[in-house]
T-cell receptor
Framework: DAKTTQPPSMDCAEGRAANLPCNHSTISGNEYVYWYRQIHSQGPQYIIHGLKNNETNEMASLIITEDRKSSTLILPHATLRDTAVYYCIGTSYGKLTFGQGTILTVHP | DAMVIQNPRYQVTQFGKPVTLSCSQTLNHNVMYWYQQKSSQAPKLLFHYYDKDFNNEADTPDNFQSRRPNTSFCFLDIRSPGLGDAAMYLC?????????????FGEGSRLTVL
């Protein structure tokens, strides 16, 4: 799995976009970038994944740089319920190796 | 409706007393995973099943065993729990047919060792 680097914590105001960065400079050509989040005392929840192209679903958007060395997860209108630990993972198969993630705190 | 169900949600055991945690799924996924998550740490993969094939991680202690009697159920057995095994144990599944990074997690079983 690719080694990923994320800031340990970020803040965001409710209603604003939350942009969570991830560096994965060692990612290989066949490794996807996955994002998960874990709300306190719950199991991790899949958010989105991508390989090369930008992706969007009902939860978030994923922007991957052209060289694939970094990506940004965008929550377009953050709510208090989006407060969680966000994990960025690079993998070519199902064994997810979680790093320390980013603690996102959404405040009123 | 919950698709990956873990029982019990909370388990208290004594040092050295065996414990079994269960996981059931309604997704008919053929891959099932067990993760251990200690306080303030990221989840760590213990092992996984691809159908009936068991795949252990190299650094998973022998104290941890698993059984998968059928597609829907998977069990985590901790033969002699130590204080260091206190953690949240997470079960996850992934889609039939191939490995994929889109995993469905249960709510976890929190183990306390006295």
């Amino acid at each position: 799995d690719a080694k990923t680097t994320q800031p340990p914590s970020m803040d965001c105001a409710e209603g604003r976009a939350a942009n969570l960065p991830c560096n994965h400079s060692t990612i290989s050509g066949n490794e996807y970038v996955y994002w998960y989040r874990q709300i306190h005392s719950q199991g991790p929840q899949y958010i989105i994944h991508g390989l090369k192209n930008n992706e969007t679903n009902e939860m978030a958007s994923l922007i991957i740089t052209e060289d694939r060395k970094s990506s940004t997860l965008i929550l377009p209108h953050a709510t208090l319920r989006d407060t969680a630990v966000y994990y960025c993972i690079g993998t070519s198969y199902g064994k997810l190796t979680f790093g320390q993630g980013t603690i996102l705190t959404v405040h009123p | 409706d919950a698709m990956v169900i873990q029982n019990p949600r909370y388990q208290v055991t004594q040092f050295g007393k065996p414990v079994t945690l269960s996981c059931s799924q309604t997704l008919n996924h053929n891959v099932m995973y067990w993760y251990q998550q200690k306080s303030s740490q990221a989840p760590k993969l213990l092992f996984h099943y691809y159908d009936k094939d068991f795949n252990n991680e190299a650094d998973t202690p022998d104290n941890f065993q698993s059984r998968r009697p059928n597609t829907s159920f998977c069990f985590l057995d901790i033969r002699s729990p130590g204080l260091g095994d206190a953690a949240m144990y997470l079960c996850a599944t992934s889609a039939q047919g191939a490995y994929t990074g889109e995993l469905f997690f249960g709510e976890g079983s929190r183990l306390t060792v006295l």
